[in-house]
């Protein structure tokens, strides 16, 4: 109430005189006043600094929603080229040595080379002989790929523990690309020890730092191909040294009656020859006779000269024959030593990328920004919509 009214009030009623009438006058005229008070309000205007933080938070809140993260590394690698299984970093500044690893490098690893398009080398060859594997068969070659992505402060710390844990569990890195804030390896392991290295490389940091996939692939169909173009290559490499073996008889057998024939003959020849006779026709009966031995042999010599080509040129076929079995049979074995190593083997890629406060705070609580967000509009609208002091007066 206005107390600037009061006191020209009261300075009215002390002038007069005080009869009690007068009081009963007074008291009316101070009760009106009061009924009238909430009637006659004045209310501020919103003041320039809640319009300015209204704002501003505002600003915030959206900075907060639309850009996730912004102080988080936005690594280069991603958009590295992929040539031959090696990413190739532009901005690399961490080089690992062997004293690094505690291994010397070069080392024998005794590992199988890296799935880099060996199914597909292996389809080509056997691609005929793929066929649907029947339920009989429960055989599994499993062929397991393995992933590991972890949010680490420390990106190169910890890539050289996991380089050294791979290699302490009899395992081969293939490449890696390290720098302060994002790392990729790839490497290999037994798989007769792989669920041991994957319990200690998960024990790095907490589960909520990790994000991990494994993917498993039978290649039955693959080994069942190869069975059976290695059975066909060792049967036919059977048959043809047995069609060799029979031709090498037939030959001998050909070329021993025509060597006979030509033995025989020529001892024919040499009977006529030292023959002693002075009648002329025993000795043209000698002369004839020994006319159509020595035709004989030119014939039988003219036989062995053309079973000698003939035996040669078949043999070598033959030969030729078993030699691209053997090497088939030989480029089998091979790819089935390679499909075996995948088998036996686990390829797999550690990726560890740097992780910023804010991305912390959301590993933990997932909502974190919205709710930060939602806390500043309620605190905004209490702002401006709080009631406001109001000030009376009298008139």
Do not use: C, H
């Given at each position: 109430m206005n107390k600037k009214n009061f006191s020209k009030l009261f300075s009215d009623w002390g002038k007069g005189k005080q009869h009690s009438f007068n009081n009963e006058i007074l008291k009316t005229r101070?009760?009106?006043?009061?009924?009238?008070?909430?009637?006659?309000?004045?209310?501020?205007?919103?003041?320039?600094?809640?319009?300015?933080?209204?704002?501003?938070?505002?600003?915030?809140?959206?900075?907060?929603?639309?850009?996730?993260?912004?102080?988080?590394?936005?690594?280069?690698?991603?958009?590295?080229?992929?040539?031959?299984?090696?990413?190739?970093?532009?901005?690399?500044?961490?080089?690992?040595?062997?004293?690094?690893?505690?291994?010397?490098?070069?080392?024998?690893?005794?590992?199988?080379?890296?799935?880099?398009?060996?199914?597909?080398?292996?389809?080509?060859?056997?691609?005929?002989?793929?066929?649907?594997?029947?339920?009989s068969d429960t055989r599994e070659y499993l062929k397991t790929d393995y992933s590991l992505n972890i949010k680490s402060r420390e990106v190169e710390k910890l890539s050289k523990r996991a380089q050294t844990t791979i290699r302490g569990y009899g395992g081969r890195i293939d490449s890696s690309s390290v720098n302060k804030k994002y790392s990729y390896i790839e490497f290999i392991v037994p798989k007769s020890k792989f669920n041991s290295f994957q319990e200690e490389?998960?024990?790095?940091?907490?589960?909520?730092?990790?994000?991990?996939?494994?993917?498993?692939?039978?290649?039955?169909a693959e080994k069942r191909a190869i069975e059976s173009g290695v059975k066909q290559a060792s049967s036919s490499i059977i048959s043809y040294e047995n069609e060799r073996k029979n031709l090498v008889n037939k030959h001998n057998q050909t070329v021993a009656t025509l060597k006979k024939n030509i033995d025989l003959y020529s001892y024919s020849i040499y009977i006529y020859q030292q023959e002693k006779t002075t009648s002329t026709e025993r000795l043209k009966i000698i002369s004839d006779n020994v006319y159509y031995y020595t035709n004989l042999i030119n014939s039988r010599k003219k036989s062995l000269d053309s079973e000698n080509t003939s035996y040669n040129n078949q043999i070598n076929i033959i030969d030729q024959k078993i030699k691209n079995q053997k090497n088939q049979l030989a480029s089998l074995n091979t790819t089935d030593n390679n499909l075996m190593g995948v088998v036996e083997t686990v390829q797999g890629s550690i990726v560890i990328e740097w992780i910023s406060v804010p991305e912390i705070i959301g590993l933990y609580i997932p909502y974190y920004r919205y709710i930060i967000v939602g806390a500043i509009i309620i605190l905004v609208f209490i702002l401006i919509y709080s009631r406001p002091r109001s000030f009376e007066y009298i008139d």
């Open positions: 101070v009760l009106d006043r009061l009924e009238n008070v909430n009637n006659n309000k004045i209310k501020r205007p919103i003041p320039f600094w809640k319009i300015g933080f209204a704002l501003s938070t505002a600003v915030v809140a959206v900075i907060l929603v639309f850009q996730m993260g912004s102080d988080s590394y936005n690594t280069s690698l991603y958009n590295s080229k992929y040539n031959g299984g090696v990413l190739y970093e532009s901005d690399s500044n961490y080089q690992m040595t062997a004293s690094d690893l505690g291994i010397s490098y070069a080392q024998e690893t005794g590992l199988g080379s890296r799935d880099y398009g060996m199914l597909e080398s292996v389809r080509s060859k056997v691609g005929n002989l793929l066929s649907a594997v029947p339920a490389i998960k024990g790095f940091t907490s589960s909520r730092y990790i994000t991990e996939s494994t993917r498993n692939e039978n290649l039955l």
